[in-house]
């Protein structure tokens, strides 16, 4: 007779924060609400690579983990909403617009909401939260701040300093670069609830999202790093997945970014950067070799997320590192 | 031998300046430039209409003039550019967006470029000039000014005001009215360059807009009257065409409106709003018997502009009530 799996108090009551940046971090977030479905999630989302266009207040990462988690992103390239179109952007050009960081017209409908509810005076954390209402999304959506903070990178050709998005969208990472700044950090306030969630969590995760441009932002959040320790130190355990397989990224220029920036461009590098912080890191098999170089005790599983069984796979696998097996899982 | 068709002088170097709204007036412009291809021709548009939508500046008369003479608009509609699709709409409203004031996908085109050069700090004149110099409009079009100004009507059930695209779109005029007023225009000074067209030109044309929401707006702009009144008493012909045909109007509420607030729904009714400022004044056969009413020289043509033939027919018919025959026109 097979033993029906029913998930016991260390899962069922969790309370569960995520870290996430874009297309992994929303993958690991959706993976977690898959693997844990009556947890407490929060998924505390990179605002940094939000960018003014056309005088609409675009908030990729945000959008990218309400687009995955509600169902409607389009999966083969991980964000932006299924079978959007491109019709706004012609007319556009048409009419002498910049159209490089091309806004579909599906997409336009969350960007307007969103200028909609600025205008009314709403905070970012409160409009994310009625977008992921309407979408029917199951979990809390939080930006990691309500202030404005914009990530800058400094091109190593020339040292000039550009929007992350001129770097990422316009010159598709064709160029290398030597630093990174979130301008706006110092000033910035955690989004309400953040800490509160954090300080109630049986288990953080750090997703496999790009360390340098997306994590990193998060834990500059004055006061965030903090609260991690602090929640660690009354037992929540921090487990991170690496975005680096065999030295390569999954998607995204995360290696490269390391490599220019001086650190390893590997998971042992990711790690360094948030070793003071984790308890579990997740790697690749094929990064065995690395967890000497690792301060976090190392766990090996395949770090690829195939379709959404590969997401539910690695956030149980990460759950039951952190938190031990469910009930009745064996 | 078939006398060539040529145009002489008096339509060839005219200065010619056009009062227009949205559909009505869009055509009676097309129908100029299609006349007297050679005469400098400035539109004047209305902007009383003008509405803020999802943060974006909506200006619904400028476009239909945009989108008409530069023959991307829908024609069957008269505004809005033709074959345009809703999918952003249909996105905002699942997000809990209003969506009573429908912008297309195409038509965000030009909404974002707007949005995009106002947040460049640049004037509506100067962002129209921008927009017609894109579509490849051999005219200037002139908002009437570059200063906030906003139409609002009184609903005669309660004495509410709404702005005026409450009334027409979201209401679709099935409510009765008994104020108008335009906030704001006081304080409005002329587009650049207007005072200057209406100083130097030889036809100023009334085209077959809405009297009291499209050309009201733009005659109550300070100092426009005077100009007008100026322009005639240094030998400037002004010419009107009725919106109105046997009571009734081709487009739009304006035989309603006029009853409403006390004018008669006629042809005689329209130019009595105009009585001082013209010195022609175009009905259509149906109307003949009003001309004893209208203080203007009245002067009887079909007032149906069926097609771009019929709008440059029309258009023709003023230009010799108000400059004469064109040279070889017989």
Request: proline content about 5%; hydrophobic content about 45%; charged content about 25%.
């Amino acid at each position: 007779m097979e033993t029906k799996r029913t998930f016991g108090p260390a899962w069922r009551d969790a309370s569960i924060v995520a870290l996430a940046g874009g297309v992994g971090g929303s993958r690991l977030a959706r993976g977690l609400r898959a693997a844990a479905p009556d947890a407490r999630l929060t998924v505390v989302v990179n605002t940094g690579d939000d960018v003014t266009r056309h005088g609409l207040r675009i908030q990729p990462d945000i959008d990218t983990v309400l687009y995955a988690m509600s169902g409607i992103v389009n999966e083969k390239q991980g964000w932006g909403p299924r079978g959007d179109s491109f019709r706004c952007m012609q007319q556009l050009e048409r009419l002498g617009g910049e159209t490089w960081f091309r806004l579909g017209d599906l997409d336009l409908g969350i960007h307007l909401r969103r200028r909609e509810l600025i205008d009314a005076g709403e905070p970012s954390s409160a409009i994310t939260a009625e977008l992921a209402r309407h979408l029917g999304i199951a979990a809390r959506i939080l930006p990691m701040t309500d202030d404005p903070v914009e990530t800058w990178v400094q091109l190593a050709e020339d040292g000039q300093w550009v929007h992350f998005q001129e770097y990422f969208v316009k010159r598709r990472t064709n160029v290398a670069i030597r630093g990174v700044r979130f301008e706006g950090i110092e000033r910035a306030r955690p989004a309400p609830g953040l800490l509160d969630a954090v300080a109630s969590a049986d288990m953080i995760a750090f997703c496999p999202s790009n360390p340098i441009v997306s994590l990193a932002p998060v834990l500059a959040v004055p006061g965030l790093r903090d609260a991690l320790r602090d929640a660690r130190k009354r037992g929540a355990v921090i487990g991170g997945i690496s975005p680096l397989i065999g030295g390569a990224t999954v998607k995204g220029p995360a290696a490269r970014m390391l490599d220019e920036l001086g650190h390893k461009p590997t998971a042992a590098g990711v790690a360094a950067l948030y070793d003071d912080l984790l308890d579990v890191f997740q790697i690749d098999p094929l990064d065995r070799g690395l967890s000497g170089e690792i301060q976090a005790r190392t766990v090996v599983a395949d770090g690829l997320m195939r379709g959404r069984r590969g997401e539910a796979r690695l956030a149980r696998f990460l759950l039951r590192a952190c938190l031990g097996a469910p009930e009745g899982a064996g």
